[in-house]
């Protein structure tokens, strides 16, 4: 979340980014909560030093010998509305706890200002389009001719929006998760992490998932327990409610996990087949790091992402994402699309973000400066290295020969055969 003095200081640049993001935040509403707590805070803080003092005189009152019981009577008054304030100071805070949590984070001056990809800014693009001699087929009939995907007996399973990889459509999956894991454990010093695909209301309060997008995930409801959307809600969450030392910053973090989203009212072409699924596979990148580091962090988990795809062969675009596409809690935001030829477009496979404090905020995460001894938040930032279902269709369809077989890329053939 945001720091509330930087609210209080700057409503007008939170009110527009609230609306440059498309969100509903009441900024007033949240301003006024927040002097009415500092007021019931103030009154609860004089009364509690009032007891103090009257407190201190009984104890004066009973070494001197003297009758205290007018000043018991008074003191017994007192704690009552002690009681009633700090029931109120409470009250008025989960109040302004809860509109906090409703407030985007603040995007940077570089972000562009606008409504939805659309208005994305191109960065640059890497290697060329794959050229054919013969018409491209898209993923979905190479897949039918080589028996990579059953979508068919995935729906009967679990219904529709499921996938079920099959013989060499399932040995390609794991190897392009195993590609991806070794390659940046081994080449760009991430630590690898198993973490668990169930997580508490905190955890996902603490990444900005709750309370917004609530509906979009799945619920197990005599647990409270969320299936994870993604690894980094989990990884960012391990150091939740924890004081770092400056030493042990940054961490670098990678996970391979199953995904779940409702994806909660996707229809038409662009969710047919891997476009949009409940579950799917990813490979995420975490880093936790000092304030003054993070943009530096970020065009490195940008590059690492990248590298996967240039490692590949697959013809790519880097994207800055504009203010109506940003994530509820990203400050900036790099989107890497891949080209799927057989498709005709490009396919948004990583998303490399920048949170500021705004994670750290909610999940309490901080460091302590070795200079000072002083406590401020983290940092963090995530990146999707890379998700593999769309990668996986780059794959089938870069790759393809004019007898419907895939050529596969070497770096990925050590782990097929």
Avoid at 94 to 112: A, S, Y
Avoid at 321 to 339: N, Q, R
Wanted: hydrophobic share 35%.
């Amino acid at each position: 979340m945001l720091d509330i003095k930087f609210i209080r200081s700057n409503p007008e640049i939170v009110k527009k980014c609230v609306q440059a993001k498309g969100e509903k935040s009441d900024i007033a509403e949240l301003l006024k909560c927040d002097a009415e707590h500092r007021e019931l805070l103030h009154q609860f803080e004089e009364k509690k030093s009032m007891q103090n003092s009257v407190s201190q005189k009984i104890g004066e009152y009973k070494r001197d010998g003297k009758d205290a019981t007018d000043i018991l009577s008074g003191m017994q008054e007192l704690s009552r509305e002690i009681k009633e304030i700090k029931s109120r100071t409470d009250e008025a805070y989960r109040k302004l706890n809860k509109l906090m949590l409703t407030v985007p984070n603040i995007f940077d001056k570089e972000v562009p200002v606008g409504k939805d990809e659309g208005d994305n800014k191109i960065v640059y693009e890497w290697g060329e389009k794959p050229k054919f001699n013969f018409e491209p087929l898209d993923y979905l009939e190479l897949s039918k001719e080589l028996d990579l995907i059953d979508f068919e007996r995935a729906t009967k399973i679990a219904g529709s929006g499921f996938v079920c990889y099959t013989g060499k459509g399932a040995r390609l999956e794991r190897s392009l998760i195993n590609f991806m894991l070794d390659f940046h454990t081994k080449h760009f010093g991430y630590k690898e992490i198993v973490p668990p695909l169930l997580v508490n209301r905190e955890t996902m309060t603490g990444t900005g998932q709750l309370p917004k997008l609530e509906d979009d995930m799945y619920r197990v409801d005599q647990d409270d327990l969320f299936l994870i959307p993604t690894a980094e809600v989990p990884l960012t969450n391990l150091f939740r409610d924890e004081i770092l030392d400056e030493n042990e910053l940054p961490q670098k973090l990678v996970a391979y996990t199953p995904c779940f989203r409702r994806e909660a009212g996707s229809y038409g072409r662009l969710s047919k087949g891997l476009m949009r699924v409940h579950q799917f596979n990813k490979v995420e990148l975490v880093q936790i790091t000092k304030p003054e580091e993070s943009e530096k962090a970020l065009k490195e988990i940008l590059n690492n992402a990248e590298a996967i795809l240039q490692e590949l062969g697959l013809h790519y675009r880097v994207s800055l994402l504009c203010s109506g596409d940003l994530s509820f809690a990203a400050f900036k935001c790099f989107d890497i699309e891949v080209w799927a030829p057989g498709l005709g477009r490009y396919l948004e496979v990583s998303s490399c973000s920048n949170f500021l404090d705004f994670q750290a905020r909610r999940a309490n995460i901080r460091y302590r400066k070795n200079e000072d001894g002083k406590v401020n938040f983290v940092h963090t930032l995530n990146g999707s290295g890379l998700a593999t279902p769309r990668t996986l269709i780059a794959i089938i369809e870069s790759f393809q020969d004019k007898n419907k077989s895939i050529n596969l890329p070497d770096c990925i053939k050590k782990y097929f055969s």
